[in-house]
């Protein structure tokens, strides 16, 4: 056994995820602590019982109102840290600001780079996050990173159904063709890749289809959905020849309201699997949601941060077999580089 005391600590951001985790752990109870919102909207944190020594992993996913959840995780590790804890892990299934890791077009904040500067100065020894929207946002960290992937929970509700093995996995842009990847490999399914140009924040045009999707079943892969715009494309599979039931596997259920219209607009769509990296409260859950839950994934991952053990059987980095081939390098002749 570690000599190190394991203890489980949670902000308000999504308790009931903390609280499966604890449960799976074999934990009594989440570890004491307050959080205040006070008048004048500034939050005031606490940590109610003893921590010296203690190796501590507080979880906390930055959901809406992320600004909040955010300061509130910023405020908890300085906390931790004066407390003289011996190590304190933040575990943040949904990782803020993820969609801002570069200058996109010149004069703005590389915003995932600020959190992760600001979570690693006021005290966090390690950060462990679920399907990042960028993969090289763990670079900007010099502390231990342990970058999850729900895929294995998101297809554990396909692989064992039959009318999947006639279904095509679809990933929405370039960008997600890596993560789609691997989800085919998982279920042994092809991939199709969709090309978008994004026209603004929320508008989104597809311009190509590349595979075969006629008359298959897709599943559309994804890390999240916030506004939607990935349900318009489910309009475009079905005019290339996709059969009119669509699936769509998406890790953070961000949900804005404008996403839910759509879902309940779109007829096509016949089940959105999320996970449960972010709360869904009781008005935001559409007959067609489908909640899958992280928790024994990252209830694995803590045990194994605090027993010393190994996570790469957890992290699953891609190997050549898991990349689509239009995504392998090309072999260069000798003497050349990349």
């Given at each position: ?265 779109n007829p096509y769509v016949k089940q959105l699997v999320v ?27 803590i045990e194994r941060i605090w027993m010393r053990r190994s ?28």
């Amino acid at each position: 056994m570690p000599n190190y005391p394991l203890r489980l600590f949670s902000g308000t951001a999504n308790r009931p995820l903390a609280e499966e985790i604890a449960a799976i752990l074999g934990q009594p109870s989440l570890g004491a602590c307050t959080t205040t919102r006070l008048p004048d909207t500034e939050i005031h944190v606490q940590i109610k019982e003893l921590v010296r020594g203690d190796d501590v992993f507080f979880i906390q996913p930055c959901s809406a109102p992320v600004n909040d959840h955010l300061m509130e995780l910023l405020l908890y590790l300085d906390a931790f840290r004066r407390a003289s804890v011996h190590s304190v892990t933040a575990v943040v299934p949904y990782f803020p600001y993820g969609r801002q890791e570069r200058m996109a077009i010149g004069r703005e904040a590389i915003s995932a780079r600020v959190v992760a500067r600001m979570m690693q100065c006021l005290g966090a020894s390690r950060v462990v996050y679920v399907d990042i929207h960028a993969e090289a946002t763990q670079g900007f960290f010099d502390i231990p990173v342990d970058p999850l992937s729900a895929r294995k929970v998101l297809a554990s509700h396909f692989v064992d159904d039959p009318k999947f093995r006639d279904a095509v996995v679809v990933s929405p842009d370039v960008g997600r063709a890596k993560l789609a990847g691997r989800f085919a490999e998982e279920l042994k399914l092809p991939l199709v890749l969709m090309h978008k140009r994004r026209e603004s924040f929320s508008d989104v045009r597809t311009t190509h289809v590349v595979g075969d999707i006629k008359d298959k079943i897709p599943i559309i892969i994804d890390d999240l959905i916030a506004g939607g715009s990935i349900l318009d494309q489910v309009y475009d599979l079905v005019e290339n020849g996709a059969r009119p039931e669509v699936y769509l596997a998406i890790t953070h259920p961000v949900l804005l309201p404008s996403a839910l219209e759509r879902l309940d607009k779109n007829p096509y769509v016949k089940q959105l699997v999320v996970t449960n990296t972010i709360y869904v409260p009781p008005e935001k859950r559409h007959p067609k949601l489908v909640i899958k839950s992280i928790a024994p994934l990252l209830a694995d991952c803590i045990e194994r941060i605090w027993m010393r053990r190994s996570i790469s059987p957890l992290l699953q980095r891609p190997q050549d077999e898991d990349i689509p081939p239009l995504l392998r390098p090309v072999p260069l002749p000798p003497g050349e580089s990349q």
